[in-house]
């Protein structure tokens, strides 16, 4: 199934030389697009996996071509000022790093070096206090909290760059804007956002869990993480799902990664790192038995429509009981339902396979074949990997940072 996916993805490259490149959604057309939510990047992410799962050289060539594609565009998205992880330069850099990894091609080692110095020169740094934002975004998709994610995850593998020192002072911010909460402490996806959105992708969950991870690199970082998973699981149900926002949406329930428990988990799981304290494992894996039960796939329940994606749909449910209830054997067995219903949803196009779904909640009718990681067939065939990973006893050749939980 993911090379099913990865099939209609190389179908559906644009080639400039030994350069590829993708439009987020290629049956309608429109400009490339690189970055890892809905264009190249995420696309670059799959075929590095392919190449890992089979031994298949054509994988690791696709993947080299799609990381050329991104270093020759880099400058041009770097340009726009978008240094999100997900939305913006981040996710060329991850991309490129994983493809270089692999091909040690200097070019692409030159596009990273300079993409990590354009990070490091573009920072706002307060010098007294040390604290580096990119702006007023906090959360995980395009803010803070994710290029955090991205510098902690490049500080490992690049020790001689300044990612680390970007980290520690991103996490310095973070800390600094905290809002006490009752318990606890809450962040807002930015400060004129008129909705506060708890989970994962746009507030509390995504910021609390990076500094879960930057603890070492600051002394306050893991009280203000613990003081979010505080709140968190005071806004929780008897089901230990957190709403999607407030005020308004507090009957409203995801159960993917961005709003709900598939993504929320991984702070309450780097809590249970940091504290070994056994009520945070508790808290990630409290809404297993909900999910267990649910219905799903076959069921659509409110918080999911017809996406079947890692970001909002089954593919991100199922990655989250891999990641929480490892070895748990019904919750495999949901996860091979759950494989079966995303294919059974696959639309054939030449000898691959894309899934035309609904991105939007509020959109139904938008129905769309997406590239990317977060709603298209890269992530989808990762998810696909992760099971044959699972039922093979075979590692991942790679982790992602915001899935990190050791």
């Known amino acids: 199934m993911a090379e099913a996916a990865g099939r209609w993805l190389v179908a559906q490259a644009r080639r400039d030389g030994d350069a590829w490149s993708f439009s987020a959604c290629p049956d309608q057309g429109g400009a490339d697009v690189f970055n890892l939510y809905s264009g190249s990047s995420g696309v670059a992410l799959l075929f590095c996996e392919l190449h890992a799962a089979t031994g298949d050289d054509k994988w690791l060539a696709a993947a080299h071509a799609t990381a050329r594609g991104l270093a020759a565009n880099f400058d ?3 340009q726009k000022g978008r240094a999100g992880l997900f939305t913006g330069a981040g996710g060329l850099l991850l991309a490129m790093e994983l493809v270089w990894a692999r091909t040690r091609d200097p070019k692409l080692n030159d596009a990273i070096e300079r993409g990590l110095q354009w990070y490091a020169e573009r920072a706002s740094l307060d010098t007294v206090a040390a604290k580096v934002t990119f702006g007023p975004v906090t959360d995980v998709i395009s803010g803070d909290a994710g290029i955090g994610e991205l510098m902690l995850w490049f500080a490992d593998r690049r020790p001689d760059s300044q990612a680390r020192d970007i980290a520690a002072g991103v996490a310095r911010h ?4 905290a809002e006490p909460a009752q318990p606890g402490f809450r962040w807002k996806m930015s400060p004129t956002y008129a909705r506060a959105m708890p989970n994962f992708s746009h507030g509390t969950g995504g910021v609390a869990a990076f500094l879960a991870r930057a603890s070492e690199l600051d002394r306050e970082a893991l009280s203000k993480a613990r003081g979010g998973g505080d709140w968190l699981l005071h806004l929780a149900d008897q089901r230990g799902m957190v709403h999607h926002h407030q005020p308004g949406g507090e009957e409203l329930f995801y159960w993917g990664w961005c709003h709900g428990p598939a993504g929320t988990s991984v702070l309450f799981s780097r809590l249970a790192n940091a504290t070994s304290q056994a009520s945070w494992t508790e808290a990630a894996r409290r809404p297993i038995a909900s999910v267990l039960k649910s219905g799903l ?38 996860c091979e339902a759950i494989a079966d219903d995303i294919r059974e949803r696959g639309t054939s196009a030449g000898d691959g396979l894309k899934w035309i779904q609904a991105e939007h909640r509020t959109r139904p009718d938008l129905l769309q074949a997406q590239v990317g990681w977060a709603q298209g067939a890269a992530g989808i065939g990762l998810w696909f990997l992760q099971l044959d990973s699972a039922l093979r006893g075979r590692a991942a050749s790679f982790e992602l940072p915001w899935a990190t939980v050791d």
């Open 76 to 78: 041009a998205v770097a």
């Open 297 to 334: 796939p076959k069921t659509r329940l409110p918080g999911l429509w017809n996406t079947v994606g890692q970001c909002c749909g089954t593919a991100g449910v199922g990655s989250y009981l891999l990641r929480e209830a490892s070895g748990d054997p019904t919750s495999l067995q949901l």
């Open 174 to 177: 973070l800390i600094s804007i």
